[in-house]
C-alpha cells in the first residue's frame, strides 16, 4: 500500500481523509509521525497558494520519503463578495473558535432572506510527489447558510451550512451523507480518479 502524508495539524481533518481514501490503495499518514506539520504563513490570496505553501513546507520536512498531500479549504459566501473564504478558519479573528467564526458570519447574514444565503464549500488539494511533481484538485459544494447552528457532528461551519438537496445541516447529516457531499469529498475523487490513470 502506498502511503501519503498528509500536511495539517486538525485531527478532525486527518481522520476525514483516511475515511475518504479508505477504499483507495493509499494508506493516509499523519504529519505528526514525521515531526509534526511545520509552521506556515498562509500567505497565499487563493486556496490553490496556500494549499501549495502547505504541501511544500512538509515535504521538504520528510525528505521526498513519501507523496505529500494538503488542502486548503473554506466556506464562500455570495452576499459576503465570496468572504469567509481564504479566512474562513480566522473569520473573526487569529485563533478564534468555531463557535465565534459562525456567530460573526450569521451577525453579517442577519435578517437576509433564504434567497440571499447562497454559500457553497469550496476545496483545492496540493498533491506533491517524489520526485516535485505538483498537481492540483478541486471540489465544492453548493448549500445556503441556515439561520442558527443545528446537529452535532463535522466541524468548523458544518452546523449552519445546508448542502443543496437537504434540509439540514452538515452537522446533522452526518459524516457517511457528508463523506458523499463534500467539496473534500469531491475534491478527493478527483485526485483518486487522477491516481488510477497516472499510476
Request: overall charge positive.
Amino acid at each position: 500500500m502506498k502511503k501519503i502524508v498528509l500536511a495539517t495539524g486538525n485531527d478532525h481533518k486527518t481522520e476525514e481523509f483516511k475515511d475518504l481514501f479508505a477504499d483507495s490503495e493509499f494508506k493516509i499518514l499523519s504529519a505528526v509521525k514525521y515531526g509534526g506539520m511545520p509552521e506556515v504563513i498562509e500567505d497565499g490570496n487563493t486556496f490553490q497558494s496556500n494549499a501549495y505553501l502547505k504541501a511544500y513546507a512538509l515535504s521538504k520536512q520528510i525528505d521526498k520519503k513519501h507523496w505529500v498531500i494538503a488542502d486548503d479549504s473554506g466556506l464562500e459566501v455570495d452576499h459576503l463578495a465570496g468572504a469567509p473564504g481564504i479566512y474562513s478558519a480566522r473569520y473573526a479573528g487569529v485563533g478564534a473558535s468555531d463557535i465565534e467564526n459562525m456567530d460573526k458570519l450569521l451577525k453579517n447574514l442577519k435578517g437576509l432572506s433564504k434567497s440571499k444565503r447562497r454559500a457553497r464549500f469550496r476545496c483545492v488539494l496540493c498533491l506533491i510527489d517524489k520526485d516535485s511533481g505538483t498537481y492540483y484538485f478541486e471540489g465544492t459544494c453548493e448549500g445556503k447558510i441556515g439561520l442558527k447552528p443545528k446537529g452535532k457532528f463535522g466541524f468548523g461551519y458544518d452546523p449552519i451550512f445546508i448542502p443543496d438537496g437537504h434540509k439540514a445541516s452538515f452537522a446533522e447529516l452526518g459524516e457517511s451523507i457528508k463523506s458523499q457531499l463534500s467539496h473534500r469529498a469531491r475534491a478527493v475523487l478527483a485526485c483518486k480518479q487522477f491516481f488510477k490513470k497516472k499510476l
